[in-house]
């Protein structure tokens, strides 16, 4: 009786559940898909659930053509999304749907890399706790591309030059992570460690929104310009001629930069203090010297309170003590994590205007000449082109300096 069963519930599944089953196996005879499926099905409630608790989320929702009508959550090994998944990391938005990384989200219950067949579905399935906080996190990535389809509603695809998209859908998701660190600041002090290249395959939906984040702290020209680098010229032949004077593409250019205006002073000093303080209680100087220790009237230039401003000088010089501290007790066999300090210490110090200490200028020589050398030899063997690019970047600032 089961073997007639499970062919028509295969049958069902396929024409219900599509495009659940578009990249799937056949129903494995242990039933373990459609176990999969419902696991799915309730964790897309749980991400749903997640945007609509946070107040930027809920106004996302309030912005689509059918307001409050999420998108489908798909899970999906993403790169079996042909000619889709070039730039996607995370999650896309593709069809309609916001497709999420299922190997990634399997991360979180230790069954990465498992068949269907391998994992215990119904476990998962009742590990709610688990799921709620798997969900939350997902739903970092799945905002940003709310973000998108929010856009795609409002104008035609030829209005929106991609830097632009994403200049929004950056901007939007940072300050919807924003938000849920400050509902529980433990979740950005578990994240305010720096991702490098020696721990590249720790990475989750919150270290990514936490990198995001943290890009704030290049201010509001360095964040414009590290988006432009990153988007324009992998995606310049995606956007075709540019006509500036289309009505529409005027827009939506005007909505960006009004939004950045609007938005930007505060959570720029809302990252700087409390991001740059969770990355000092952590010992990951690099990003608390970014955050920390601005460029001279950085912050007076945005108009924020005098009190504030002098709060996060007082946390910079804080940065900067410890820091140099960390420099002066040597690399402790982490070479990577030595030298990025040592960069962001060059680059807090020309920030300020100030000299290197004596002592750790004279680290440079040696820092420099191995760094070009550790930096290309990792690049070179690197097949990820992401991890690649931030090797090269480090091996030519050690090169041009």
């Known amino acids: ?64 053509a059918k307001p409050g009508k999420l998108p489908r959550v798909l899970f999906s090994d993403l790169e079996q999304l042909r000619g889709v998944v070039k730039k996607a990391w ?62 795609g509603q409002n104008y035609p695809a030829e209005a929106m030059p ?28 578990r994240h305010a460690v720096e991702p490098v290249y020696g721990n590249k395959k720790k990475t989750t939906f919150a270290s990514s929104a936490a990198v995001e984040l943290f890009l704030v702290c290049l201010g509001k020209k ?26 529409q593409r005027l827009a939506f250019t005007r909505s960006v930069d009004a939004l950045f205006e609007r938005a930007w002073p505060g959570l720029w000093l809302r990252t700087a203090v409390s991001g740059g303080g969770a990355a000092l209680a952590a010992g990951s100087y690099p990003r608390a010297l970014r955050c920390l220790v601005p460029p001279a009237g950085e912050g007076a230039s945005y ?47 020309r920030r300020l205007g100030r000299q290197l200490p004596a002592d750790i200028a004279a680290l440079r020589p040696a820092v420099y000449a191995r760094a070009r050398i550790f930096y290309a030899q990792k690049a070179a063997a690197e097949p990820s082109a992401g991890w690649r690019g931030y090797l090269l970047n480090q091996e030519q600032y050690f090169t041009e300096r």
């Open 1 to 64: 009786m089961k073997e007639r069963i499970l062919p028509i519930l295969a049958c069902l599944a396929a024409l219900f559940l599509t495009p659940r089953l578009a990249a799937e196996p056949a129903l494995a005879p242990d039933g373990s898909l459609m176990q999969s499926l419902r696991f799915e099905m309730e964790m897309e409630d749980l991400v749903r659930e997640a945007v609509l608790g946070n107040k930027e989320g809920a106004a996302l929702a309030a912005g689509l």
């Open 90 to 151: 995370n999650a896309l938005y593709y069809n309609g749907d916001i497709y999420i990384s299922k190997s990634r989200m399997l991360r979180y219950f230790g069954a990465e890399g498992r068949q269907e067949e391998e994992v215990d579905w119904p476990k998962l399935r009742k590990d709610l706790k688990r799921k709620k906080a798997a969900a939350r996190e997902m739903a970092f990535a799945y905002v940003h591309e709310l973000v998108h389809v929010r856009q």
């Open 162 to 189: 991609e830097v632009e998209s994403e200049h929004e859908a950056f901007l939007l998701s940072s300050l919807y992570f924003l938000e849920e660190t400050e509902k529980d600041p433990s979740l950005l002090a």
């Open 222 to 247: 360095g964040y414009k310009d590290y988006l432009e680098n990153i988007y324009r010229g992998a995606i310049a032949a995606a956007d075709g001629p540019v006509d500036g004077d289309d009505p």
């Open 303 to 349: 108009g924020l309170p005098a009190e504030k401003l002098v709060e996060l000088s007082a946390l910079g010089e804080k940065a900067l003590a410890a820091a140099l501290a960390a420099l002066r007790a040597g690399e402790k066999g982490d070479f990577e994590r030595h030298s990025y300090l040592f960069r962001e210490m060059e680059e807090a110090h």
